[in-house]
């Protein structure tokens, strides 16, 4: 087993990587059950998993009653969390008690959120079922529901109690949500880390085959970029933890020109985003052209969209960045772009002017 500390003072916990944790994970989760139930809330698609989990809850003498919610982004609604929270309170759940988030980031987030508020707080523990939520949102303790105006723009910070993450899960998921998830990989290379972009260009085949020591290696690098990310920001007020929005902006875009739906996964949104952030730089001379081609290559090289084209987008720039203004990362008038130096070197500007990235993106249009 793999422990890794995210370190937060009072809300400090542990990230556990095994392959075969789930089986396990009853004996893992008993000192935080007290005796207590642990209700687990997961989704349509993952009656398996929860099987699995319910049983290593029943060998510890643990019980857990399960609430299984659609699979799906419309999931993080007021409805579902009105729904979860009022089921949750029938379970008799009090404030020291631990719900399970069984699955994604949008069970990750909503079940994070409803605990959040149960009670003015009680606790819960992720289950990530998917590689985005491995390696990014069941770390951090983000959680938020969509409302009219936008994705998780109702939400709070609460961090998990612990993070169980079975690489083992993987292997049922989807090679396309696969990918999708490891586009949040290769952005801890990125953002600071130049020889961890270089094993992703070595090591993603071997991940995408399967490869137990690959996956585990993944997983485990960007879980502990994560750790030291957020122990180092946790509310994103210092500027480090924006760094992994690196591609978000210009996913975003991406993302509600094509109607934030399965036309474009998150996962692609933000690999597409990350090489025309690449591009950017490159274009305004702040980074080496070939640094902005390599990210691209290794992007198209696993199957990613690495620009407007492969995302299948083709609105103009003045629409692109019309989006943009809707994101929920601006400040007053000013749009926070996330630019590189070159692969490894990234950093937070202020200063970019729209007008320019317009330009810039009317001239990726093909
Ligand atoms: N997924 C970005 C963050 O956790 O800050």
């Not at 004996?27 to 207590?36: E, I, K, Q, T």
Request: net charge negative; charged share 20%.
């Amino acid at each position: 087993m793999t422990t890794i500390p995210v370190a937060l003072g009072a809300r400090s916990y542990d990230v556990r990587i095994e392959p075969g944790l789930l089986v396990r994970a009853g004996a893992v989760l008993a000192p935080l059950s007290r005796g207590r139930p642990m209700p687990i809330v997961t989704d349509t698609n993952l009656a398996a998993h929860c099987e699995t989990l319910v049983a290593s809850l029943a060998a510890q003498g643990i019980a857990a009653p399960v609430r299984v919610l659609p699979a799906g982004e419309s999931t993080k609604s007021w409805a579902q969390l009105e729904s979860l929270t009022d089921w949750l309170l029938a379970q008799g759940v009090v404030r020291s008690d631990h719900a399970i988030a069984l699955g994604g980031g949008v069970i990750g987030d909503l079940v994070g959120f409803a605990t959040s508020i149960l009670k003015r707080g009680c606790n819960f523990v992720q289950v990530p079922t998917t590689l985005l939520a491995q390696v990014d949102s069941s770390v951090g303790g983000k959680t938020a529901i969509n409302s009219k105006a936008g994705k998780n723009l109702i939400g709070a910070f609460h961090q998990p109690s612990v993070v169980l993450i079975d690489p083992q899960v993987l292997d049922s998921l989807p090679q396309r949500e696969l990918r999708a998830g490891y586009a949040e990989v290769a952005k801890y290379g990125l953002i600071d880390d130049a020889g961890f972009f270089a094993w992703c260009e070595t090591n993603a085949a071997a991940l995408f085959a399967g490869d137990p020591a690959a996956r585990a290696e993944a997983i485990g690098h960007s879980v502990a970029a994560k750790a030291r990310i957020v122990a180092a920001d946790e509310r994103e007020t210092t500027g480090t933890r924006a760094l992994l929005n690196l591609g978000h902006t210009f996913g975003h875009a991406l993302e509600a020109e094509t109607g934030f739906s399965d036309k474009l996964l998150h996962g692609e949104a933000v690999a597409a985003g990350m090489a025309l952030a690449f591009a950017f730089s490159a274009q305004q001379g702040l980074c080496p052209v070939a640094d902005a081609e390599r990210v691209a290559a290794h992007l198209r090289a696993v199957g990613l969209p690495d620009g407007l084209a492969a995302a299948g987008v083709s609105a103009d720039g003045a629409t692109l960045v019309g989006h943009m203004l809707h994101d929920k990362k601006m400040e007053g008038n000013t749009l926070p772009f996330l630019l590189a130096r070159g692969i490894g070197q990234t950093y937070l500007d202020k200063t970019v002017d729209l007008a320019k990235v317009a330009a810039f993106l009317d001239g990726q249009r093909r």
